[in-house]
């Protein structure tokens, strides 16, 4: 009998992150929701992604706490035996021009963006190392890849999650782990649903695909790098952006 395989997923209750763990799941996937403080949503996804036919589990934890990200995994371990798949999704902005930019936002994003996903590759790792096999996506942005005025912080930290998906690639890779990003560009969801409308016409006109990407296309793409089709595949950056970094 095949295992069924286990996927953690930060910041997976709204978002790109819930797109990913029902992909995930619609896969055959045991899930790990971790989520910071929307404990409703996350329990609403549970009970979606138990209706698939596989297990899920919710976990609360700030991810850009070492010690947190370690208890997570942890718990993932002891629930489902182990832990095959590893999303970085967990993120937030505090946006501002450079100079007016408060120290504690750059910090955070930081600390959120960029730090979690160290905390959480360094407790899975060791795992994966173990039983020589991994994957692990991470969510940077086409901020990351070609820069956003007014989100010095939030570029930085996306363009850390390439370097450190780099870094980590080359080590891992002998260990049967790989180690991808995701950088989405305008993606539909709640958050720039709430922009006023000419700022998304702004935006959306510097798309060459003249479009907003669903969370659907993010979520697919995630799919695709932590499965056996993509087993020769690492250190690599997906755009899902519609053109926007070309």
């Known amino acids: 009998m095949m295992e069924i395989k286990c996927a953690v997923v930060t910041g997976a209750s709204r978002g790109i ?19 910071n403080s929307s404990a409703e949503a996350a329990d609403a996804l549970i009970r979606e992604i138990e209706e698939m036919g596989v297990r899920a589990l919710a976990v609360q934890a700030d991810v850009s706490d070492f010690e947190a990200a370690g208890r997570l995994i942890q718990k993932a371990e002891e629930t489902f035996g182990r832990v095959d798949v590893l999303v970085n999704n967990a ?31 360094r407790h899975a790792v060791r795992g994966m190392g173990q039983r020589r096999y991994g994957r692990i996506v991470s969510l940077s942005s086409v901020a ?18 390439i370097g450190l998906t780099k870094a980590a690639a080359r080590e891992l890779a002998r260990r049967g782990i790989t180690v991808n990003a995701v950088a989405p560009g305008f993606i539909d969801t709640d958050m720039t649903a709430a922009m006023p409308e000419a700022a998304r016409t702004a935006v959306l006109a510097t798309v060459p695909m003249q479009r907003g990407g669903r969370v659907e296309d993010v979520a697919k793409a995630v799919a ?10 690492t250190g690599q950056v997906l755009s899902v952006d519609g ?4």
Do not use: H, P, W
């Not at 029902?22 to 045991?30: C, F, Q, V, Y």
């Not at 993120?91 to 905390?119: H, P, Q, Y």
């Not at 990351?144 to 999650?161: D, H, R």
């Not at 695709?224 to 595949?233: E, G, K, N, Q, T």
């Open 17 to 35: 992150g819930r797109g990913i763990a029902l992909e995930l799941a619609r896969r055959g996937m045991n899930v790990v929701i971790n989520y």
């Open 91 to 121: 993120g937030i902005t505090r946006d501002g021009l450079l100079m007016r930019m408060k120290e504690e936002d750059f910090d955070r994003v930081i600390e959120v963006n960029l730090k979690s996903a160290f905390n959480c590759m």
């Open 144 to 161: 990351g890849v070609v820069g956003n005025a007014g989100q010095a912080n939030y570029s930085a930290s996306k363009a850390g999650v």
């Open 224 to 233: 695709f790098l932590v499965s056996d089709d993509a087993a020769y595949i």
């Open 243 to 246: 053109g926007l970094a070309m």
